[in-house]
């Protein structure tokens, strides 16, 4: 098959194109992980894997930004993981989203990859995925029909499996900020300490009412589900608790539980329960402002 490859100049323009070759076009934005995806079609020779229109779109303005108004915190689709863990607003309000985009990959796959991307390729182990999770971020898609919001959690179908149609563009991913109140952790372990794919991580985010107790919780591993989700039974372990050693305890129990019930055991589950917990109790305490490092 031939490739073509466009380049549109503005949103309108690409979903114009989207919409007339919807069954025979593929977006490419920082290109970190459609380079690698074709190039591993064209070496096993799946030939349907190869899009003929490849619509490039960095050159559209206006898609790289992240603002904070009214509460809520908005982050442009083409926003690169590098520019994400500067932004002011990401570090002061949600530092482990930009403690996530600053573990992606090396500073070159930092400055091409786009939050846009991590999202839309649907990794398991993407890294932008637990914070955003944890956060209850939304998605706006855009299309020639008119743009849709949907959850993030609702957005996954699989490992690599997405919701969006062919002729849509995302174009945000949004969230309320957390109160001013809350402590937040993302962890992450790799097989070594740079240029890793976590081989496990976890996000948490978690309030404290004035009379000690936790009162919000929101808990979610990466790497380990098929798809980003929350954990709700460990949620619901440290609610109304004051931060004690056995509720951190049993909800990163409930983490390794969940990661069995919903994946099986597997070969890796004798290495990944164990350290799933250790890590999540790790990113609650840390979430809580004690750092057992
Ligand atoms: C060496 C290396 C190391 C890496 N390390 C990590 C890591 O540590 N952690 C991690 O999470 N990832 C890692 N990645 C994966 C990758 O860098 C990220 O997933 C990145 O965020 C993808 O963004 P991109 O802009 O390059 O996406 P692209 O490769 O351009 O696109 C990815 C997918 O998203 C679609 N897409 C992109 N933007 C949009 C949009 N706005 N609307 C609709 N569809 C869109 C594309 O069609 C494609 O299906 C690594 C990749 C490499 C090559």
Redesign the pocket.
């Given at each position: 098959m031939t490739l073509g490859f466009i380049r549109p100049e503005t949103v309108y323009e690409a979903m114009e194109f989207l919409s007339e070759h919807k069954d025979n076009s593929?977006?490419?934005?920082?290109?970190?992980?459609?380079?690698?995806?074709m190039r591993s079609a064209k070496s096993t020779g799946h030939a349907e894997e190869k899009p003929l229109w490849m619509v490039d779109?960095t050159n559209i303005p206006g898609?790289s930004y992240v603002n904070f108004e009214n509460g809520i915190v908005r982050i442009g689709?083409?926003t690169?993981?590098r520019d994400i863990a500067r932004s002011a607003v990401i570090r002061d309000v949600v530092p482990f989203l930009a403690d996530a985009c600053r573990?992606?990959?090396?500073p070159q796959?930092r400055t091409?990859?786009?939050?846009?991307?991590?999202?839309?390729?649907a990794?398991p182990?993407?890294?932008?995925l637990p914070p955003l999770t944890a956060l209850s971020a939304r998605l706006r898609l855009i299309s020639r029909k008119g743009p849709r919001d949907v959850a993030l959690e609702e957005f996954f179908k699989g490992p690599y499996r997405t919701i969006?149609e062919p002729d849509?563009?995302?174009?945000e991913v949004y969230f309320e900020a957390p109160e001013s109140s809350s402590g937040c952790a993302f962890l992450k372990l790799?097989r070594r300490e740079s240029?890793?794919?976590?081989r496990l991580s976890v996000a948490v985010l978690l309030d404290v009412d004035e009379s000690g107790k936790i009162s919000k919780a929101a808990i979610a591993p990466g790497a380990c589900l098929p798809m980003p989700a929350r954990i709700t039974s460990a949620e619901e372990a440290l609610i109304g608790e004051i931060p004690n050693e056995e509720a951190v305890h049993s909800a990163s129990l409930e983490v390794g539980e969940e990661m069995v019930r919903v994946s099986g055991v597997r070969w890796s589950t004798e290495y990944k329960k164990p350290v799933v917990c250790a890590l999540t109790k790790r990113a609650i305490w840390k979430a809580l402002g004690v750092d057992e490092d």
């Open positions: 593929r977006i490419v934005a920082g290109a970190t992980d459609v380079m690698v995806q779109i898609l689709a083409m690169t993981h573990s992606v990959g090396s796959i091409r990859g786009t939050i846009g991307g991590n999202i839309v390729n990794s182990a993407a890294d932008s969006i849509e563009i995302l174009e790799g240029l890793a794919i976590a």
